[in-house]
């Protein structure tokens, strides 16, 4: 009975509160209507001559992941959108919804249009790696120059290759059936801290703060009840293997990768086969003390590999 009134006690505890910074982050945003949902995106005018660049996070995470190299990117780039995908962050969260990583790419492609944005450039990172494939894959069908222009793609640690992605243990005790559902409301912050935290190379963990804030991000609008839910895109990863690495080798879209090798889920085998697999594999490996957060842990490094790769481009 006891057991049974400490989890009713965590189901109904709400949310904790944003904290100031986050709430700055939320203030300096607004909200577009995707089919009744609200989509959080900031649209932030910058100071280079680089055009519109997008932002894509990852898992389990959301835009405010890209908050230390944001002032960078704002230097390189005339416009920089940040957007929480749906199920994120400070978007909505509805948990009767079959996400999926094709739906994700419709809501970056009619807010992008909302926006007037016909080119750009694309920076993503884990679960938003899967996103932009999508977003390549229709950019490589298109026989005409209608829908979204892709100027460019450079990814961050993700699951490209599903032969050397490693979900981790909570994520595969999620995708269960039955106990997905059960699961996903019960876990605790000190046990989500743990499981991040391994993520992260051993010099270069976030603070207590900054722990926190990713974790409000994660229940704000009771988000840990869809987790389980989104998962589904790890076996989406499977189901669509072809089509989404195939879009990466066969694009005229230039596309880079900036790797932090202290990863277990995408352990540095990954790079082997990143240089196998891709025809024009251009890649910058970060220290081998940088994890799977690289735009967290060494946002100078990344800064550095992404305007080197940028800067490189064709002039349009």
């Known amino acids: 009975m006891l057991v049974g009134f400490l989890v009713f006690k ?3 505890h ?7 910074e986050l709430r700055t982050w939320m203030n300096s945003g607004e909200f577009y209507d995707f089919h009744g949902f609200k989509i959080f995106f900031i649209d932030r005018k910058g100071s280079g001559v680089g055009g519109t660049l997008v932002a ?20 390189q780039f005339s416009r920089v959108i940040l957007i929480d995908c749906l199920g994120f962050g400070l978007s909505d969260k509805p948990t009767q919804h079959n996400y999926s990583i094709f739906e994700q790419a419709d809501v970056i492609e009619g807010l992008l249009a909302s926006l007037h944005v016909k080119d750009a450039h694309l ?18 069908e298109r026989e005409t120059k209608d829908g979204l222009g892709i100027l460019s793609l450079c990814m961050l640690n993700g699951g490209v290759f599903t032969e050397t992605s490693h979900p981790r243990p909570l994520q595969l005790l999620l995708l269960r059936p039955w106990l997905g559902p059960i699961l996903a409301g019960l876990v605790p912050y000190h046990l989500y801290k743990h499981g991040f935290s391994e993520i992260f190379g ?3 963990q976030p603070t207590s703060d900054e722990f926190w ?30 089509r989404w690495v195939g879009a990466l080798q066969s694009t005229v879209v230039p596309v880079h990768m900036i790797y ?8 540095p085998e990954f790079v082997t086969h990143y240089r196998k697999v891709m025809p024009n594999p251009s890649i910058s490996v970060l220290p081998g003390t940088i994890g799977h957060y690289p735009q967290w842990e060494a946002p100078g490094a990344v800064l550095k590999s992404y305007v080197k790769f940028i800067t490189g481009l064709p002039k349009h």
Do not use: C
């Open 14 to 20: 709400p949310p904790p509160d944003l904290s100031r």
């Open 123 to 140: 920076i993503s990172h884990d679960y938003g790696d899967t996103v932009a494939q999508e977003m390549v894959a229709r950019f490589n």
């Open 260 to 267: 932090g090798p202290a990863d277990p889920v995408n352990p």
């Open 202 to 204: 051993p010099n270069t």
């Open 56 to 75: 894509l996070h990852g898992f389990p995470t959301f835009s405010y992941d890209w908050t230390k190299i944001l002032p960078g990117l704002e230097k």
């Open 213 to 242: 804030e990713f974790w409000t991000g994660i229940r704000y609008n009771r988000g840990e009840r869809v987790l389980y839910r989104i998962l589904q895109y790890i076996p989406e990863r499977y189901a669509n293997e072809e």
């Open 10 to 12: 965590y189901l109904t």
